[in-house]
């Protein structure tokens, strides 16, 4: 696995590229792309670090796994690329921006637009096998992204984090809330939205408060 990573994070994870686990990750990975489908693309794969380096990070959005579905991933959580139909999770994330903030429901779910901006689209496990869920997870992936949050709570100040859904809540405890902003709610999977976790939570909106209040420019959602 060749990670080519903006300079800026690589100047705070280098520790994390010479350890045993991500030596051991990196072999892995490299067989799964050898032998299977997997998504997404290899060069693809630290884009969520390279469309948002780190001294421009502003707001911060967890993501579990990326799209296992053909042409889907594009290595930024929740995002897909352009003319691809926008999955469950992504309707409902662009349907709770269109009722708090009152903008129309946009055509392209490629998310670039928000990294460009300051929103660092963090998956947790940053690869996946076509079709099949969560196929990478627990080979050394969360430890790396862990130190990824680790380094933005440290190196940045009033950042906003946004954790979505069980999963994403436990990444509270990596994230120094003296000096960042932490929203919480349900997942926008239909499973959680339709269950009256997710809409309403105001998350876009709120962060561009906040983001004002310290001084900093807004996210265009």
């Known amino acids: ?23 051991k990750l990196t072999e892995y990975v490299k067989q799964q792309y050898a032998e299977n489908i997997c998504y ?4 693809q794969i630290f884009s969520a670090f390279n469309h948002c380096p780190l001294n421009k990070v502003k707001v911060v959005i967890i993501g579990q796994d990326p799209y296992h ?8 959580c929740f995002s897909v690329h352009d003319g691809i139909a926008h ?13 708090d903030l009152g903008v ?6 490629n998310l670039e637009r928000w990294a460009s901006q300051g929103v660092l689209l963090l998956n947790a496990t940053l ?10 997870q627990n080979q050394g992936w969360e430890t790396f992204t ?43 999977s239909p499973l959680s939205a339709n269950r009256g976790h997710w809409f309403g939570n105001k998350h876009f909106s709120k962060a561009n408060v906040y983001l004002t209040s310290v001084g900093k420019e807004t996210i265009n959602w």
């Open 40 to 43: 997404p693309k290899g060069k």
């Open 69 to 76: 579905g053909e042409g889907q991933a594009n290595g930024l």
């Open 146 to 188: 862990d130190a990824v949050i680790k380094a933005v709570s440290t190196h940045c100040n009033n950042v906003v984090f946004m954790l979505w859904g069980s999963y994403a809540k436990k990444k509270a405890s990596l994230i120094d809330s003296s000096k960042h902003c932490i929203l919480t709610s349900g997942h926008p």
């Open 1 to 23: 696995m060749n990670v080519q990573i903006d300079s800026s994070w690589k100047a705070v994870l280098e520790d994390e590229f010479s350890k045993p686990y991500f030596n």
């Open 87 to 99: 999955p469950p999770s992504l309707v409902n994330i662009f349907r709770e921006i269109t009722q």
């Open 127 to 136: 690869t996946v096998r076509a079709n099949e869920a969560g196929s990478h």
């Open 104 to 109: 129309p429901y946009p055509i392209s779910g």
